[in-house]
């Protein structure tokens, strides 16, 4: 079955008509015949087409006005248009009006042939890409990032009122806390997502080298520059460009990164061509910015223009209770990935990892899971296989519950929900995610455990 199965031939020569949609069928292709662009136009009506091809010379309605009817009112249906009085002039209108090909009559089979496979291929193509946008698109959904903490959630807020905007972001944190996964998910999420998001860490090339890489140069700019090259600049236009750490970028290119966002216009390397394009600006440094100002490390005006809505991912210290939701995602995503049987943690294993300050953040704890996926024999994770600086935390969960009542007073509610939490994970786990045996040893009744899950948000 052809991906593009439906065809209209349109001509006033029924022994064409004939020829033609016989060798079509052998071919598995579903042929409808018209003898007059006004009878093909009927058809439309009534019947949706995925190919038209049609004679270009005919009384009535000739090719290139049905051709402008099929563009104007079915925009997605290919045309190819035959004719025995070819010239390169209605050759070329044709094309200009659209037809994905142009021939002459009388009908080469192999040359029609030739291109409906081609438009098979070129919609095959169109389709993986759709599917692999919608792919991208899933992936990078605000509700499929994970956690549930309050700062989390205060950062959903704000990253959707920011998507829909063209402002600039500049986004702050430690490293490790996910600066380009927010990054996506704000491109993903706006107006410009079905262009690219174009990303450059702007630490990781070396200065002369970055500013082609950003900007493009012409052929023969510099040794070694054999043809013109497009910057990333360029490649991003009408999408996003991600500038991860740039507080590392070096003051010669501050310049002429600050005459961009002001008129959004280069040169690139040996040229002399203005070009001006349509992008969205998304920084990310984990530097403090304001103290690389004073020490003269980075321009104030470059600053000012990149801040205009900042946005700070929050370490994962501070995001109680999301260590064991990504520790479980992490554990089912390299279990799954290695071909291994899917391990657990122990609650005492657990308590570590979320007691650990976790200096590295979630690129840390997604190393550490892999690590013990593949190096721990058994299918349950102890305390005694973590490394031993996790192992030696200072105080357990419950000590340091207490010192926060001694200190001065703890959130009883947001420390009862957590630990809620916390049971709900371990019941899931030990029922290897059946809820309802999950409710049983919880106490509950299905019911009751599902709505808990739903409005915490929780899932396994």
């Known amino acids: 079955m052809k991906l593009l199965n439906k065809v209209l031939l349109v001509d006033d020569d029924p022994l064409a008509l004939d020829l033609i949609s016989e060798n079509l069928k052998t071919q ?18 009534t019947q949706s087409y995925d190919i038209v091809i049609t004679d270009l010379s005919m009384p009535g309605m000739d090719g290139l006005q049905l051709l402008d009817h099929f563009k104007i009112n079915y925009a997605d249906t290919m045309v190819i248009v035959l004719t025995g009085f070819g010239t390169i002039g209605t050759a070329v209108e044709a094309l200009k009006k659209g037809a994905f090909d142009y021939m002459t009559k009388p009908a080469n089979m192999d040359e029609i042939l030739l291109a409906l496979n081609r ?11 759709v599917m692999l946008r919608s792919q991208l698109q899933e992936r990078y959904q605000f509700d499929n990032i994970i956690g549930r903490s309050a700062p989390m959630e205060a950062l959903y807020r ?16 430690e490293s490790g806390t996910g600066k380009e996964l927010i990054a996506n998910a704000i491109h993903f999420s706006s107006d410009r997502n079905n262009k690219p998001i174009v990303p450059i860490n702007c630490g990781a090339i070396p200065e002369e080298l970055l500013e082609s890489e950003l900007f493009g ?5 510099f040794t070694g520059a054999v043809k013109e090259r497009k910057g990333r600049f360029e490649l991003a236009h009408r999408g996003t460009i991600f500038l991860d750490e ?15 966002l002001q008129e959004r216009k280069f040169e690139r390397i040996g040229g ?18 304001e103290k690389a100002v004073e020490n003269g490390e980075f321009r104030e005006d470059l600053y000012y223009r990149i801040n205009v809505i900042p946005i700070r991912v929050p370490p994962l210290r501070e995001r109680d209770g999301d260590v064991a939701l990504i520790a479980q995602h992490f554990l089912r995503q390299h279990c799954m990935e290695k071909g291994v049987s899917l391990k657990k943690l122990t609650s005492s294993a ?9 200096p ?30 996790i192992r030696r935390q200072p105080k357990s969960h419950v000590e340091n519950k207490e010192q926060l009542i001694e200190a001065g007073g703890v959130d009883l509610k947001k420390t009862l929900d957590e630990l809620e939490n916390r049971l709900i994970m371990e019941a899931l786990e030990k029922a290897n995610g059946v809820r309802a045996r999950a409710a049983q040893l919880l106490g509950l009744n299905r019911t009751t455990l599902v709505e808990k899950m739903k409005k915490k948000h929780l899932t396994y």
């Open 28 to 45: 598995g292709y579903s042929v409808e015949l018209a003898c007059s662009g006004i009878e093909a136009v009927e058809k439309a009506k």
């Open 119 to 129: 438009i098979q291929e070129l919609h095959a193509l169109k389709m993986d890409n």
């Open 158 to 173: 704000i990253i959707r009122r920011v998507a829909k905007t063209d402002s600039t972001v500049l986004l702050t944190g």
């Open 217 to 221: 140069h012409e052929k023969g700019a």
């Open 246 to 260: 740039i507080g590392e970028m070096p003051l010669k290119l501050q310049v002429k990164l600050l005459r961009f």
């Open 272 to 289: 002399g061509r203005t070009i001006q394009v349509d992008v969205r600006i998304i920084a990310a440094t984990n530097k403090d910015l």
């Open 350 to 358: 657990m308590a570590a990892l979320e007691a650990y300050e976790w």
């Open 360 to 389: 590295g953040n979630v690129r840390e704890l997604e190393n550490l899971i892999e690590r013990l996926v593949i190096l721990t024999e058994a299918d349950v994770i102890q305390m005694n296989d973590l490394p031993a600086r």
